[in-house]
């Protein structure tokens, strides 16, 4: 069955930089594209970055753009999130997801999140 488990959240200060990861299994990874999507406390799901199966395209939301990167190693079957410049505002839980069909496509399946607190 799909698995996709996330890793490498934590607490950051104001302007470090963190990396997330999420390994995937039950498919297969290269053929597919993978987001990565936040929901912080109160707040409604974003959708923060996605990459295309071959990496040869991807997504930044506006609020992360410059900051963030999104990248997929499908030897390993990972796609990875450097987060960079960290703000207070980009607290929430982070959400790894695959994408059914191409970028901003609906996701089909999600990871459990792994949480993010950006905070002094």
């Known amino acids: 069955q799909v698995q996709l488990v996330e890793s490498g959240g934590g607490l950051a200060q104001p302007g470090g930089s963190l990396r997330l990861s999420c390994a995937a299994s039950?498919?297969?990874?290269?053929?597919?594209?993978m987001s990565w999507a936040r929901q912080a406390p109160g707040k409604g799901l974003e959708r923060v970055s996605e990459?295309?199966?071959?990496?040869?395209?991807?997504y930044y939301a506006d609020s992360v753009k410059g900051r963030f990167t999104i990248s997929r190693d499908n030897a390993k079957n990972t796609v990875y999130l450097q987060m960079n410049s960290l703000k207070p505002e980009d607290t929430a839980l982070y959400y790894c997801?695959?994408?059914?069909?191409?970028?901003?496509?609906?996701?089909?399946?999600w990871g459990q999140g792994t949480q993010v607190t950006v905070s002094s």
């Open positions: 997801a695959r994408n059914s069909g191409g970028l901003g496509s609906d996701r089909d399946y």
């Open positions: 039950g498919f297969t990874f290269s053929k597919y594209a």
């Open positions: 990459i295309y199966s071959d990496g040869s395209d991807t």
